[in-house]
């Protein structure tokens, strides 16, 4: 079973159709039987983003809701959440500062390591981040992450 770590710019792929939508479907349908990780925050960042979407006339109000919806649906079921503790808040920190990363995307990064060590701690094979954010990917390996970005997957 593979594991992947969604940052939200991979997860709106799921409910919002652009580059890498197809590749996400075939990450988080069920025959696939992947273990799916996510950062609790992530639910927030992707109805913000596609609610800009809506707002940007990208997505008309009747998609954005039955979107939204389907997250609703399946935020808590689907995928793993990792919960932003004390703790990982100032890895967060330390992440922002090495490597510069807008707040949300060292939460994004400190939620990976901390699923990715406790898998490796348990014997689990490695997860592979998974984000379409240029920088956070940078700065994912050097962290020594595997990354895949969802626009290389049209």
């Given amino acids: 079973m593979a ?38 925050i992530t639910g927030v960042e992707v109805v ?13 109000p009747a998609a954005t809701a039955k979107a939204v919806a389907r997250l609703e649906r399946e935020l808590f079921n689907k995928y793993v959440a990792v ?14 500062k090495t490597h510069a990363l807008r707040g949300y995307d060292a939460v994004q990064l400190a939620a990976a390591l901390e699923a990715h060590q406790l898998r490796a701690s348990a014997g689990a094979t490695p997860l592979t981040l998974v984000s379409a954010d240029d920088a956070l990917n940078t700065a994912a ?14």
Avoid: C
Wanted: aromatic content about 8%; overall charge positive; cysteine-free.
């Fill in 83 to 96: 919960e932003i503790s004390p703790a990982l808040v100032l890895v967060a920190m330390r992440l922002a």
């Fill in 141 to 154: 390996i050097a962290e020594g992450l595997a990354v895949d970005n969802p626009k290389h997957h049209p």
């Fill in 48 to 60: 913000s983003a596609l609610t800009r979407r809506e707002r940007g006339r990208r997505l008309s």
């Fill in 3 to 40: 594991a992947y770590f969604l940052d939200s710019s991979a997860l709106v792929k799921r409910y919002a159709s652009e580059t890498g939508t197809s590749w996400i479907f075939s990450l988080v349908r069920p025959a696939a039987s992947n273990r799916l990780y996510l950062a609790r």
